[in-house]
């Protein structure tokens, strides 16, 4: 009986997590303005239509975010609405001008997606790591003051044996990490101090640049190596939608036929393509 009793149980719970799962919203609907229905897909497609926001924030974030606007957008097309503005001849204008604009879009976008592969990203990614020349790689905090009298306070604390880090919370008026970094992205100052430093040295006396005066820790010393395929991979892909954007223009304006005018009505001679 009581095996009966658990089967009966088990079958109940998986004929409800279906719809436990697909539940969003009230049957699929957002909000209802006036009648008027906002679906939660509605709000999924403008999330999936970025997907940059999508790698900072979690559709649930957005949605709490977005759906106040999407309230808002409806409210304000209803009375666009009732105040006839699709029968105005600027609403026909701007219309005509946003469907070129989309078309021009979705044309572009389909054609990259063609033109840009992952079999190109992988190539081009090889290309960066057989051209890639290694540098040495400094890993260092810093302590940053306004003064040089501050900055000989810190160095004399530090002397004393107190925290690194516990004196950069007190002291520094930038953040102490700053990972790992080569020598030319620094200004010169800071650059020259920090690489002439060992492993797990302190700067002994306070170095001068444009920023005030910093206290440096070199907390790694390492020869660079490329970048993993993951981490650089959608750089490489912006550089290849770049180049296969400018390959589909070119295309399309080899096969067409341009004649330019004046102002005056006399027409433009056709400049050569370099």
């Known amino acids: 009986m009581q095996k009966k009793y658990i089967a009966l149980a088990l079958l109940a719970m998986l004929a409800a997590a279906p719809n436990q799962a697909s539940a969003e919203g009230k049957d699929g609907t957002a909000a209802i303005v006036?009648?008027?229905?906002?679906?939660?897909?509605?709000?999924?497609?403008?999330?999936?239509?970025?997907?940059?926001?999508?790698?900072?924030?979690?559709?649930?974030?957005?949605?709490?975010?977005?759906?106040?606007?999407?309230?808002?957008?409806?409210?304000?097309?209803?009375?666009?609405?009732?105040?006839?503005?699709?029968?105005?001849?600027?609403?026909?204008?701007?219309?005509?001008?946003?469907?070129?604009?989309?078309?021009?879009?979705?044309?572009?976008?389909?054609?990259?997606?063609?033109?840009?592969?992952?079999?190109?990203?992988?190539?081009?990614?090889?290309?960066?790591?057989?051209?890639?020349?290694?540098?040495?790689?400094?890993?260092?905090?810093?302590?940053?003051?306004?003064?040089?009298?501050?900055?000989?306070?810190?160095?004399?604390?530090?002397?004393?044996?107190e925290n690194f880090d516990k004196l950069a919370k007190e002291y520094s008026k930038d953040k102490p990490e700053l990972g790992y970094f080569t020598k030319k992205v620094m200004v010169p100052e800071f650059a020259n101090a920090a690489f002439a430093m060992k492993k797990g040295e302190v700067s002994k006396k306070p170095v001068k640049t444009q920023f005030g005066y910093h206290i440096i820790k070199v907390e790694d010393i390492r020869d660079s190596k490329p970048l993993p395929m993951k981490q650089v991979e959608p750089q490489l892909k912006a550089m290849l939608t770049q180049s296969a954007l400018a390959q589909t223009l070119q295309d399309a304006a080899t096969k067409s036929t341009v004649e330019k005018f004046n102002l005056d009505g006399k027409e433009i001679a056709a400049s050569k393509p370099e």
């Open 34 to 161: 006036n009648g008027d229905k906002i679906s939660v897909e509605e709000i999924r497609q403008a999330y999936n239509a970025n997907p940059q926001l999508k790698g900072r924030v979690s559709f649930n974030d957005f949605y709490y975010k977005a759906l106040d606007g999407f309230i808002s957008g409806k409210i304000v097309y209803q009375e666009a609405m009732k105040a006839k503005v699709t029968d105005t001849p600027e609403y026909e204008s701007q219309l005509e001008l946003a469907k070129q604009e989309l078309a021009r879009k979705i044309y572009l976008e389909k054609e990259v997606d063609k033109k840009v592969t992952d079999a190109d990203v992988k190539k081009l990614y090889k290309e960066y790591k057989s051209t890639f020349k290694s540098e040495k790689e400094v890993k260092a905090k810093h302590i940053l003051v306004d003064s040089e009298a501050k900055a000989k306070e810190v160095i004399a604390k530090l002397n004393k044996g």
